[in-house]
């Protein structure tokens, strides 16, 4: 037997018990004449002692053969500790060693094994086993196995059945490049990666089982930003003979339940905006609404005061940063050279000072009165102390560029508590964006989702006034899930192949399966898909997806562990019928 306990489990009550425990050894302290060593697993650490009137001098020279990170089974009596730890649950004991035995040597780890490391991200990266020895490391794996859990409970209470879908298939439009997969006994073809289950999803509700679910990995090959994987992990929803606020209501119900159960956070009815309003209102259509900072549009009130950067303007649109009106020159000049660097892409900033005592002070003093400037603050909801900023240019980019801004003033006035959850619905997505770069109509979400009933009359004549039955959940100003109620009748479904851009040849080859299905009786349906890692970061009161998935990716899309991607045997490619050129080993 390895072990009678853990190495979390023992305290006072357990004096005078004869106990086998295993474990890595964390530290040793040798004093001489006493030697007391920490053993790790992963639900602890015991302390152990050696002490040279109780033990053998056999004992104490095994004792000495012991390394950071050894593993090792240890067998002796639980005794009261004489200097206790209330940080730990073990810290009123520790173990008299009457024997011990090396199960497996260690070579010195690259970095330490404690809750503070001296180890940089790469090579914890490297060394990902070794990290996940880590508390701060393994407390979130162990968290993202509860939310896990309660997804599944939530989900399988309300009758949801979860299902497999296969990972080799064929392209999925969710927007991204896909990964492909050469096939070896189909010379020159090759299967993509799943983006989503999205067309499978939808064949189960064809094929009638109504609630699906299921926890599964997706694959987008995108140049990665920040906190993107390659790889990552959806819970994957779709049911059948619903409307959107059927699907709204059981996810509000999953993200309250998960809510209660890992946060003891409880909430009440989630907001709902449309997108429209999520635009105007924050510029942002997953804003986050913990904090205040409105936007408040100043068109009626900047404009004919002979400001001429105002005058042009399609939209001048501020925010009353609170408490900021002390910022000095040097502040507010900082922040105009922020909105300017080329990531943000602003032309400048107006500013004005709504004093404490009630006065006002603006870089366009020459143009607005203190009269002017007290309606701005009125708009804004500014009060005295609080520093407005106005930005102006075409409507679209200002209003993303003042979401930026909001979301920086946010961050340095610590108003985005990672403790406070604000969910919200947005919906009423519009269907199509235009491209710009392609001069085509896309899909927002994508091309399997439904126009609003009552815009469907608009999709040939006026398509980008078209609105879904799109939804997306926001979470804290994270995008945590989104769905939609998808089109079921077949004539819809080729229009809106027409309206992106597919002759009828490639609609029916790429998705030829989907439109068949559909003339076999479709049941009206829609779903959603959460983005786990992210929910289950944000939820853990982090934005850092990757330190919630056990092997991750790195910036370059790597796997530094495993070193992947990598070239492959000549032979194998010839067997794939592969011709590489200009390989790069
Ligand atoms: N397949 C969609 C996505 O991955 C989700 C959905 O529409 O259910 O975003």
């Known amino acids: 037997m390895y072990r009678t306990h853990t190495n979390g489990e023992l305290n006072i009550n357990n004096v005078g018990e004869n106990v086998t425990l295993s474990g890595w050894v964390q530290t040793i302290r040798d004093k001489g004449f006493m030697m007391w060593i920490d053993l790790r697993d992963r639900y602890g650490i015991t302390q152990l002692v050696v002490d040279e009137d109780r033990a053998s001098e056999e004992l104490f020279a095994e004792a000495r053969k012991l390394g950071r990170e050894y593993v090792v ?214 804003p986050d609404i913990r904090f205040g900072m409105e936007f408040a549009e100043l068109n009626d009130l900047a404009k004919g005061k002979g400001f001429n950067v105002f005058d042009a303007q399609e939209l001048i649109v501020g925010i009353a940063a609170p408490g900021c009106a002390s910022y000095t020159r040097k502040q507010v000049d900082a922040l105009i050279d922020w909105v300017k660097r080329p990531q943000i892409g602003a032309n400048g900033l107006v500013w004005a000072r709504y004093n404490e005592d009630g006065t006002f002070k603006s870089s366009v003093d020459k ?48 108003l985005r508590n990672p403790e406070e959850f604000a969910p919200l619905w947005v919906v009423d997505f519009p269907l199509l964006e235009w491209d710009e770069e392609t001069n085509r109509w896309h899909a927002m979400h994508h091309p399997f989702t439904s126009p609003k009933p009552e815009d469907i009359a608009l999709l040939e004549s006026n398509p980008g006034e078209v609105r879904a039955n799109a939804y997306d959940l926001v979470l804290n100003g994270n995008e945590i899930g989104g769905g939609s109620i998808r089109i079921f009748n077949k004539d819809v479904q080729s229009r809106m192949f027409d309206l992106l851009g597919f002759t009828k040849e490639e609609a029916q080859k790429q998705f030829g399966f989907l439109m068949n299905a559909f003339e076999y009786g479709a049941p009206p349906h829609g779903g959603i898909a959460f983005g786990f890692d992210r929910l289950v970061s944000i939820l853990d009161g982090s934005e850092t997806i990757r330190d919630y998935i056990a092997f991750p990716k790195n910036n370059a899309g790597r796997d530094v562990m495993i070193n992947t991607p990598a070239s492959i045997d000549a032979s194998q490619l010839e067997e794939l019928h592969i011709d590489v050129k200009d390989i790069k080993s």
């Open 73 to 286: 089974r240890v067998k002796g009596e639980v005794i009261e500790r004489v200097s206790k730890n209330p940080n730990i649950p073990t810290g009123e004991i520790e173990i008299l060693i009457k024997e011990i035995e090396i199960l497996n040597e260690a070579k010195l780890p690259p970095f330490t094994i404690e809750n503070e490391t001296d180890g940089g991200e790469e090579l914890r990266m490297q060394y990902r086993y070794l990290d996940i020895r880590r508390n701060p490391v393994k407390n979130k794996l162990i968290f993202r196995s509860k939310v896990a859990q309660e997804v599944r409970s939530y989900l399988a209470n309300d009758g949801f059945i979860e299902v497999e879908t296969p990972v080799l298939i064929k392209s999925t439009p969710e927007g991204a490049r896909d990964f492909v997969v050469p096939s070896r006994m189909n010379p020159g073809q090759f299967y993509a990666l799943p983006q989503s289950p999205q067309t499978f999803k939808q064949l189960l509700m064809v094929g009638g089982l109504d609630k699906y679910y299921q926890i599964v990995k997706c694959f987008r090959d995108e140049d990665l930003r920040a906190d993107r994987q390659p790889e990552f992990t959806q819970i994957d929803c779709e049911m059948a003979f619903v409307e959107q606020e059927d699907i709204l209501n059981i996810f509000e119900g999953l993200t309250r339940h998960l809510l209660k159960e890992v946060k003891g956070v409880e909430i009440d009815k989630f907001p709902r905006m449309t997108y429209a309003d999520a635009m105007r209102r924050y510029g942002n259509d997953k």
């Open 367 to 414: 143009f607005y009165s203190e009269e002017d400037l007290k309606a701005w603050a009125e708009k804004m909801d500014a009060k005295p102390g609080d520093l407005m900023l106005l930005m102006a240019g075409d409507a679209n980019s200002t209003r993303k560029q003042l979401s930026e801004l909001r979301m920086e003033m946010a961050k340095r006035l610590d």
